[in-house]
């Protein structure tokens, strides 16, 4: 699709973060499978259920855009995944893997934090009132689940990783 307006330019980021949302659910079982610590494996499963929700959502947008939902492969997810593959599997003590993984977790959160608030806004300047709250939403969760590994890794996960 050749992007022409903003509108065009809000369905292609769109169908990007519908790519991210649905890759996310398939690899964040592993990822938990991953952790050692029982904390970060019960917040990388509530995020699970947050982000099938969040695919629910940006399906809900499609349809009020009168569009059929469709991911695109986002080649900057593949590679956070890949990275975050490439360290994981260099780190034999589990303490060590514990803040990797949250390291990892916390790079994708920071990327959709950044595609969610540009779509957040370019809805809004589009005229999409409801579409920017559903998206604001979804903001507002991946802000939660970045704070939630900021927490986790300050008191508790890197202290352990040191000792």
């Known amino acids: 699709m050749a992007v022409q307006t903003?509108?065009?330019l809000f369905i292609e980021?769109?169908?990007d973060l519908y790519y991210v949302e649905?890759?996310?659910v398939k690899s964040l079982p592993n990822m938990a499978r991953k952790a050692s610590s029982p904390d970060l494996q019960a917040a990388i499963e509530s995020h699970i259920a947050e982000t099938e929700a969040q695919v629910g959502r940006?399906?809900?947008i499609f349809e009020l855009l009168g569009?059929?939902?469709a991911a695109k492969k986002c080649?900057?997810?593949e590679g956070l995944l890949k990275e975050a593959d490439e360290v994981t599997q260099q780190i034999n003590d589990r303490q060590t893997l514990d803040a990797a993984i949250i390291a990892s977790a916390q790079t994708v959160e920071h990327y959709e934090i950044a595609r969610y608030g540009t779509l957040a806004c370019w809805a809004a300047e589009i005229g999409q009132a409801e579409i920017a709250?559903?998206?604001e939403q979804t903001l507002d969760e991946e802000r939660a689940a970045d704070d939630k590994?900021?927490?986790l890794a300050e008191n508790s996960v890197n202290q352990q990783a040191v000792a």
Request: net charge negative; aromatic share 0%; charged share 30%.
């Open 6 to 8: 903003l509108q065009d």
């Open 13 to 15: 980021t769109l169908k």
């Open 22 to 24: 649905k890759t996310l």
């Open 58 to 60: 940006i399906e809900q």
């Open 67 to 69: 569009e059929r939902a």
């Open 75 to 77: 080649e900057a997810l």
């Open 133 to 135: 709250q559903l998206l």
């Open 149 to 151: 590994l900021s927490m």
